[in-house]
């Protein structure tokens, strides 16, 4: 008989290893950037499931809790499912495409995904560990796009291979537009983990941060650039009104350092 700290190991394992999901890329198999990695990330979340039921059957007081977040992804998981039944192929809509991977069986399996975090990682210590994996993941997606950056000819998909000055890094995406969505998603993850790490360790997050946000304007995709500067906009509005009168100078201050910040990241990614 499995243990209950044995299962949320094996678990919590599973977890890691479908995060590397996005490092994945199978040039044998059609779609090599999309394909790949969802067929390893099914593979793997597949793996953990058995253990997972198990440990919510046997274990009754560690089976996840139905809160309104809950409650609201299976809704939509319900609706998914019956304009699937009512759409012009129940098949296509269940197995999806090979390019895209978008059908009902890849939500599913990201379905379990989430079960499995909010089942296993239920201290502060466990969620912050994971957010500073998906970071370390990113870190190592944005090293590539770096590279490939300065070096056009390792790109992946050779046949968009450009001048150092005009390629658009996609790293191990296959897809600028894709890299540049995962980039905004880690500058801002980055940020918020300044604010929830400790004194000693906080400020490594901000040049983690700008790393992000130099390799997304690599990728010469406007629609995040855009997205950006709203996000940071809106960002420091809710500071701003949030903090007492003493701390609204900082956050003038800090602003200010931003968009010079953001001037320079726009003079180094016209190198």
């Known amino acids: 008989m499995f ?12 977890v890691y290893a479908a995060l590397l999901a996005p490092l994945i890329y199978i040039p044998q198999t059609i779609f090599g950037t999309v394909f790949g990695k969802m067929i390893y990330f099914q593979i793997i979340i597949e793996l953990a499931l058995p253990f997972f039921i198990y440990l919510i059957i046997f274990y009754k007081d560690l089976r996840p809790k139905i809160d309104l977040l809950t409650k609201l992804i299976l809704l939509f998981f319900g609706i998914i499912f019956i304009s699937s039944i009512f759409g012009v192929d129940f098949s296509q809509s269940f197995w999806g495409e090979m390019s895209r991977m978008r059908g009902i069986f890849t939500l599913l ?41 300065l070096y056009p000819q390792i790109n992946i ?18 897809n600028s537009i894709f890299f540049a969505g995962l980039l905004l998603f880690m500058f801002f993850l980055s940020v918020y983990c300044f604010f929830i790490e400790e004194k000693r360790y906080r400020f490594a997050f901000l040049p983690l941060a700008a790393f992000f946000a130099l390799i997304m304007f690599y990728t010469g995709t ?19 009104f949030k903090a007492p009168k003493k701390k609204k100078a900082v956050i003038l201050v800090g602003f200010l350092l931003v968009v010079t910040l953001l001037a320079g990241i726009l003079g180094l990614s016209k190198i």
């Open 157 to 174: 998909d050779k046949t968009t291979v450009k001048s150092s000055a005009a390629h658009r890094v996609m790293s191990t995406t296959g």
């Open 222 to 240: 406007r629609a995040a650039l855009v997205g950006f500067i709203a996000g940071i906009f809106f960002a420091v509005i809710y500071l701003f």
């Open 109 to 149: 399996h990201l379905l379990a995904f989430y079960f499995y975090i909010i089942t296993v990682f239920r201290t502060k210590s466990d969620r912050k560990q994971l957010l500073f994996f998906v970071l370390l993941v990113g870190f190592v997606m944005a090293i590539f796009g770096f590279f490939e950056r």
């Open 3 to 14: 243990t209950s700290n044995n299962l949320i190991k094996i678990i919590k394992l599973g």
